[in-house]
């Protein structure tokens, strides 16, 4: 199993980016989905998550302004990012619990990351 995102690239202040990201590979089952991202010299953290059933929460500092989503049917899910600060620039990351059969167990997968670049 492979997550690939893409999306990433340098906007403006106030402007928006639509990243996605699918998964490939056998899957059995795919639950929950997210986002996070890592700034420079920052840890690694939460942005949004899915359910499977569309269920979505956010970090506070990105609410009103990132929306996450996701299409069950192509093993994909989005973040559409409007809004954008200087502070939003990191390295943007998808993940998925994934079973890859009815008896596996539900592992995290993450894709590789892609940069959002904010120009003030």
């Known amino acids: 199993v492979q997550l690939q995102a893409s999306g990433g690239g340098l906007v403006q202040v106030g402007g928006s980016l639509r990243l996605s990201c699918v998964a490939s590979g056998f899957i059995f089952r795919m639950s929950d989905m997210g986002w996070y991202r890592q700034a420079p010299g920052k840890q690694r953290e939460l942005v949004a998550t899915i359910t499977g059933g569309g269920s979505s929460m956010y970090a506070d500092s990105v609410k009103g302004r990132f929306t996450i989503s996701r299409d069950n049917a192509v093993n994909m899910v989005y973040l559409q990012l409007n809004s954008l600060k200087p502070e939003d620039t990191a390295v943007y990351y998808c993940?998925?619990?994934?079973?890859?059969?009815?008896?596996?167990?539900?592992?995290?997968?993450w894709g590789q990351g892609t940069l959002v670049t904010v120009s003030s």
């Open positions: 993940c998925a619990k994934i079973r890859r059969s009815i008896i596996g167990p539900a592992e995290d997968y």
